[in-house]
């Protein structure tokens, strides 16, 4: 089936779903757009229910064989998959680009990013554990896959946050369904494509569609766990889905990150750190920081400089070379964001930077937008844009701004950034977050553990705590001798 392999170019293809190794059509198509210009680039396959069955029944047959397999061989498979992404890394930053928006260096942080976690995650493994081994009795500690799984990917990093569930997925031994984002599909489409002669048919499937299909993945009766990275709001109904058949569930949801920056920074310096902390992806990043926090004495030098800065960064088509943000990357976030510009303006805030958008522009741009200290219960602090508008906000005391920091129903990360150490990681160790960077943003690993605290998610990603999300804990126990009461 692999036609992938042999396509001139990525941008060429006709994007297909994948299904027990063969390539799936559909009557209904939907179509795909650049965000950067509004023009369709391509139509992808809409699943019915029937399809989603026959996936689930593939992979379902596909389990028994591929959970006996030993684990080298599953982990070479993935180290395949890089492998094979690598090869074809330029098509997909070009896809990439295409369907996100997202800038050619943002791109390549995704696809290489994307390669070196199914290298890394390929070398992870869960020995069992022995816990007693006497002459009377021996008691095994040991986990074992799950089944099939559901992916629901989301269109931020549509290739990298696929990879974080494959990976881990077939090296536990469960087999898996990818349900990209209908605003993002083409890569997740193509990757699962590309690789089936490197996996037995029904391993790794990937199906398209609308809200539809993933309601009817998180309610099917087949799936054994789903792994979903998007807003709270939707991974709430995601969990209340899953619970009719008690399925397992990997839940990385928004935040709402705040940034605490110490009166004792150079503003000149600490500006482009905190610029990129906030606007990186477009500020269309679950863990940019969406609230900074400013000491009173340098809280005017860290705006000034905020905002030069942010006046030196090109906006525009991720095409060009010269572009460092791209779009908002659909028309439905556009409006979303819009919402705040407009509760801002009507609110009479102070805008340091920016405030107007553009209706005639082509594509789907929003400026970037620096608001000078609006109020702490203001809807652009409170909930989260997902957007390139910034509250800036005031400071003085220590326990107060952490108080502050914490007041929120999320806790997907926090960033703390002061020269004192001793001061960053004292402020630092009281945030309710489940990364928390000091001195640094955005910094993630194979190896590191990645999850939310309090709404931001449930479980884990990453590491070997993120790989035994994809298994069952089990226990054997061994009575060595047969006809004794233990």
Same mark, same amino acid.
């Given at each position: 089936m692999n036609n992938i392999v042999e396509t001139k170019s990525l941008l060429d293809h006709s994007f297909v779903m994948t299904i027990d190794g063969q390539s799936v059509s559909s009557v209904s198509v939907a179509p795909v757009y650049n965000p950067a210009t509004g023009v369709v680039v391509?139509?992808?396959?809409?699943?019915?229910?029937?399809? $989603?069955?026959?996936?689930?029944?593939?992979?379902? =047959?596909?389990?028994?064989?591929?959970?006996?397999?030993?684990?080298?061989?599953?982990?070479?498979?993935?180290?395949?998959?890089?492998?094979?992404?690598?090869?074809?890394?330029?098509?997909? *930053?070009?896809?990439? #680009? *295409?369907?996100?928006?997202?800038? +050619? %260096?943002?791109?390549?942080?995704?696809?290489?990013?994307?390669?070196?976690?199914?290298?890394? @995650?390929?070398?992870?493994?869960?020995?069992?554990?022995?816990?007693?081994?006497?002459?009377? +009795?021996?008691?095994?500690?040991?986990?074992?896959?799950?089944?099939?799984?559901? /992916?629901?990917?989301?269109?931020?990093?549509?290739? $990298?946050? !696929?990879?974080?569930? @494959? !990976?881990? /997925?077939?090296? /536990?031994?469960?087999?898996?369904?990818?349900?990209?984002?209908?605003?993002?599909?083409?890569?997740?489409?193509?990757?699962?494509? *590309?690789?089936?002669?490197?996996?037995?048919?029904?391993?790794?499937?990937?199906?398209?569609?609308?809200?539809?299909?993933?309601?009817?993945?998180?309610? =099917?009766?087949?799936?054994?766990?789903?792994?979903?990275?998007?807003? #709270?709001?939707?991974?709430? =109904?995601?969990?209340?889905? !899953? !619970?009719? #058949? $008690?399925?397992?569930? #990997?839940?990385?949801?928004?935040?709402?990150?705040? %940034? @605490?920056v110490m009166g004792d920074v150079d503003p000149a310096k600490v500006a482009p750190q905190i610029f990129w902390a906030a606007f990186q992806n477009n500020a269309q990043f679950c863990n940019a920081a969406k609230r900074i926090y400013i000491h009173d004495s340098v809280y005017d030098a860290v705006r000034d400089e905020l905002v030069a800065y942010a006046k030196t960064v090109v906006v525009g088509d991720g095409a060009n070379d010269e572009t460092q943000l791209g779009p908002i990357q659909n028309a439905p976030q556009l409006a979303k964001v819009k919402e705040y510009f407009d509760d801002c303006a009507k609110n009479g805030y102070t805008f340091a930077l920016g405030g107007q958008i553009d209706d005639s522009a082509q594509g789907w741009f929003v400026p970037v937008t620096i608001v000078d200290n609006p109020p702490e219960d203001s809807r652009l602090v409170v909930e989260e844009p997902f957007g390139p508008i910034l509250p800036l906000l005031l400071w003085s005391d220590e326990d107060d701004v952490v108080r502050r920091a914490n007041d929120t129903v999320w806790g997907l990360g926090a960033t703390v950034w002061g020269d004192d150490l001793a001061s960053v990681e004292r402020i630092g160790r009281q945030l309710e977050a489940g990364t928390v960077w000091l001195n640094e943003v955005h910094q993630y690993s194979p190896h590191q553990v990645f999850g939310g605290h309090k709404q931001s998610g449930i479980g884990a990603e990453n590491s070997l705590h993120g790989l035994a999300e994809y298994t069952n804990h089990q226990t054997i126990t061994l009575n060595k001798v047969p006809g004794s009461v233990a």
């Amino acid at each position: 089936m692999n036609n992938i392999v042999e396509t001139k170019s990525l941008l060429d293809h006709s994007f297909v779903m994948t299904i027990d190794g063969q390539s799936v059509s559909s009557v209904s198509v939907a179509p795909v757009y650049n965000p950067a210009t509004g023009v369709v680039v391509a139509h992808v396959p809409v699943a019915t229910r029937e399809v $989603l069955d026959r996936a689930v029944e593939s992979a379902t =047959h596909a389990f028994e064989d591929w959970s006996r397999r030993p684990i080298a061989e599953r982990q070479a498979a993935v180290s395949a998959i890089g492998d094979r992404l690598e090869a074809r890394a330029e098509e997909f *930053m070009e896809l990439l #680009t *295409m369907e996100q928006g997202k800038p +050619r %260096a943002m791109a390549e942080w995704e696809v290489y990013g994307s390669i070196a976690w199914f290298r890394e @995650i390929a070398n992870q493994s869960l020995p069992e554990e022995v816990l007693e081994d006497t002459s009377e +009795r021996r008691v095994i500690s040991r986990h074992t896959p799950l089944g099939v799984v559901g /992916a629901i990917v989301p269109w931020n990093f549509p290739i $990298l946050l !696929a990879v974080w569930k @494959i !990976a881990p /997925a077939l090296v /536990a031994g469960d087999t898996m369904i990818v349900k990209p984002s209908p605003f993002t599909p083409l890569c997740d489409l193509a990757l699962v494509e *590309m690789v089936q002669d490197l996996l037995p048919p029904g391993v790794l499937s990937a199906v398209s569609g609308d809200d539809e299909l993933g309601k009817w993945i998180t309610s =099917h009766p087949d799936i054994a766990k789903i792994a979903f990275t998007g807003s #709270t709001e939707t991974g709430k =109904h995601v969990m209340r889905s !899953a !619970a009719e #058949t $008690l399925k397992r569930v #990997t839940l990385e949801l928004g935040g709402n990150d705040p %940034a @605490i920056v110490m009166g004792d920074v150079d503003p000149a310096k600490v500006a482009p750190q905190i610029f990129w902390a906030a606007f990186q992806n477009n500020a269309q990043f679950c863990n940019a920081a969406k609230r900074i926090y400013i000491h009173d004495s340098v809280y005017d030098a860290v705006r000034d400089e905020l905002v030069a800065y942010a006046k030196t960064v090109v906006v525009g088509d991720g095409a060009n070379d010269e572009t460092q943000l791209g779009p908002i990357q659909n028309a439905p976030q556009l409006a979303k964001v819009k919402e705040y510009f407009d509760d801002c303006a009507k609110n009479g805030y102070t805008f340091a930077l920016g405030g107007q958008i553009d209706d005639s522009a082509q594509g789907w741009f929003v400026p970037v937008t620096i608001v000078d200290n609006p109020p702490e219960d203001s809807r652009l602090v409170v909930e989260e844009p997902f957007g390139p508008i910034l509250p800036l906000l005031l400071w003085s005391d220590e326990d107060d701004v952490v108080r502050r920091a914490n007041d929120t129903v999320w806790g997907l990360g926090a960033t703390v950034w002061g020269d004192d150490l001793a001061s960053v990681e004292r402020i630092g160790r009281q945030l309710e977050a489940g990364t928390v960077w000091l001195n640094e943003v955005h910094q993630y690993s194979p190896h590191q553990v990645f999850g939310g605290h309090k709404q931001s998610g449930i479980g884990a990603e990453n590491s070997l705590h993120g790989l035994a999300e994809y298994t069952n804990h089990q226990t054997i126990t061994l009575n060595k001798v047969p006809g004794s009461v233990a």
